[in-house]
Structures are given as structure tokens and as C-alpha cells.
């Protein structure tokens, strides 16, 4: 396989990637948010509820800060330097794999 169709593919799973965490974060924040909702209108509970939280603060950050990384390799696929397309993709995966670690550990010790 040639370095410019690696390139591409690699380039190409990164943004399904990036998309994917995107939805799913949406998606699921927007499940809670509408149980959330439905709760408090079918329950004799307080009459405060918090629709954004954790998941909408933290949560964002935390995949903001995911996109970035992301986004850093697919800029450095498109100036095409030194590093192979192969490494950048590792690399990224690496340090998506340690955000998405620290996350749960952060998580757990709250």
C-alpha cells in the first residue's frame, strides 16, 4: 500500500472515529437529559432537578479534549511530515486509550 493511500485511510478512520464519539456522546447525553425530564414530571419529587451535569460539563470537556488530540493527527496527516501515517494513527490511538483511562480513574476517585 502506497504512503498516500495509507494516508487516507488512515486520515478517513480518524474522522469516522471522531464522528462516532460525537454521536455517541450526544446521543446518550440526550437519553439521560430526556429520562431526567420524563422523571421529573411523573414523580412527586423536589422541585428542582439538574438536567446538566456532570455528563454535560465534564463529560464535554473530557471529549473536547479527545477531539483535540484527533484532530492534532489529522493535521499532521494533511501536512504530510516526516512521521509515517502508520505512526501518527498509533499514536493517536495511544492517547485517546490514556484520556479514556485517566477518565474512569478520575471518575472512580469522585
Not at 24 to 37: D, I, N, R
Not at 46 to 74: C, H, K, Q, T
Request: proline share 2%; aromatic share 10%.
Amino acid at each position: 500500500m502506497s504512503q498516500g493511500m495509507l494516508r487516507e485511510v488512515c486520515r478517513e478512520s480518524l474522522l469516522a472515529m471522531r464522528q462516532s464519539l460525537q454521536n455517541s456522546y450526544e446521543f446518550g447525553s440526550s437519553l439521560l437529559e430526556e429520562a431526567l425530564f420524563a422523571e421529573a414530571w411523573s414523580t412527586k419529587g423536589p422541585d428542582y432537578f439538574v438536567f446538566s451535569d456532570y455528563r454535560r460539563n465534564e463529560g464535554l470537556r473530557r471529549l473536547r479534549d479527545v477531539l483535540e488530540i484527533i484532530d492534532y493527527a489529522l493535521l499532521l496527516l494533511e501536512e504530510g511530515d516526516d512521521q509515517a501515517p502508520s505512526e501518527i494513527y498509533t499514536k493517536t490511538m495511544k492517547s485517546v486509550s490514556l484520556v479514556k483511562q485517566w477518565a474512569r480513574i478520575l471518575e472512580a476517585s469522585a
